[in-house]
C-alpha cells in the first residue's frame, strides 16, 4: 500500500479531496508514469477500531492514464447526458474499453455509496483486490460535480494527451 506522506519518486500527489459522504473519509489523486491512482482512506470510529484492529482502512484503484479522455467522456456525454442529449440510451448499464492490456469498465449506479445517490463505478477487470478479481471506485455525481472531481480528471487528461 502507497505512504501518501512519503510516495516513491515515480508517483506525484495531484489533490486530495474529502469524502461528500463522511468526513473522516479522504480519496488522493495520484499520478503515476503511466497510470492514475485513487488512494482512499477512511479513519475508523472507536468501535470499528476495536473490531478491526485497525484505525484505518485504505484501498487503491488504479487506471491508466491513456484510457482518461475515454472515462471522462464515457461519463460526462454517456451517462450524465439524456439520450435526446446525445447521452448513452437508458437500458445502457456500462460501458467496456481496454487500454494498455487492462479492462476497464464504466458503470452506472443508481445507489451510488448511498441510496438513491446517482453515480459512476469506475471497473478494472484486470487488477484483482484482496476479495474479487477486479477493483473498482464509486464516485456519485455530487462528488464528480460539487468536489470538482471530473474537472480535475479533465485537467489530467488534457495534460497527458499534451504531454
Same mark, same amino acid.
Given at each position: 500500500? @502507497? !505512504?501518501i506522506n512519503n510516495l516513491p519518486s515515480e508517483y506525484r500527489l495531484i489533490k486530495t479531496f474529502p469524502n461528500y459522504f463522511g468526513p473522516q473519509k479522504l480519496m488522493h489523486i495520484i499520478e503515476g508514469k503511466d497510470s492514475l491512482i485513487f488512494?482512499?482512506?477512511s479513519k475508523l470510529n472507536?468501535?470499528?477500531?476495536?473490531f478491526l484492529k485497525k484505525s484505518?482502512?485504505?484501498?487503491?484503484?488504479?487506471?491508466?492514464?491513456?484510457? @482518461? !479522455?475515454?472515462?471522462?467522456?464515457?461519463i460526462e456525454n454517456g451517462f450524465m447526458k439524456l439520450p435526446s442529449e446525445g447521452g448513452l440510451s437508458a437500458d445502457t448499464r456500462h460501458v467496456k474499453n481496454s487500454f494498455d492490456r487492462q479492462e476497464l469498465k464504466v458503470r452506472f449506479s443508481p445507489n451510488c455509496l448511498a441510496e438513491g445517490e446517482k453515480g459512476i463505478t469506475l471497473i478494472n477487470l484486470s487488477i484483482?483486490?484482496?476479495?474479487?478479481?477486479?477493483t473498482e471506485l464509486q464516485l456519485p455525481y455530487v462528488s464528480l460535480l460539487a468536489q470538482g472531481i471530473l474537472a480535475e480528471l479533465k485537467r489530467i487528461a488534457q495534460n497527458y494527451k499534451n504531454a
Amino acid at each position: 500500500m @502507497l !505512504d501518501i506522506n512519503n510516495l516513491p519518486s515515480e508517483y506525484r500527489l495531484i489533490k486530495t479531496f474529502p469524502n461528500y459522504f463522511g468526513p473522516q473519509k479522504l480519496m488522493h489523486i495520484i499520478e503515476g508514469k503511466d497510470s492514475l491512482i485513487f488512494f482512499n482512506e477512511s479513519k475508523l470510529n472507536e468501535a470499528q477500531q476495536a473490531f478491526l484492529k485497525k484505525s484505518v482502512i485504505q484501498s487503491t484503484f488504479s487506471l491508466p492514464l491513456s484510457s @482518461l !479522455d475515454w472515462v471522462v467522456d464515457v461519463i460526462e456525454n454517456g451517462f450524465m447526458k439524456l439520450p435526446s442529449e446525445g447521452g448513452l440510451s437508458a437500458d445502457t448499464r456500462h460501458v467496456k474499453n481496454s487500454f494498455d492490456r487492462q479492462e476497464l469498465k464504466v458503470r452506472f449506479s443508481p445507489n451510488c455509496l448511498a441510496e438513491g445517490e446517482k453515480g459512476i463505478t469506475l471497473i478494472n477487470l484486470s487488477i484483482p483486490d484482496d476479495v474479487s478479481s477486479y477493483t473498482e471506485l464509486q464516485l456519485p455525481y455530487v462528488s464528480l460535480l460539487a468536489q470538482g472531481i471530473l474537472a480535475e480528471l479533465k485537467r489530467i487528461a488534457q495534460n497527458y494527451k499534451n504531454a
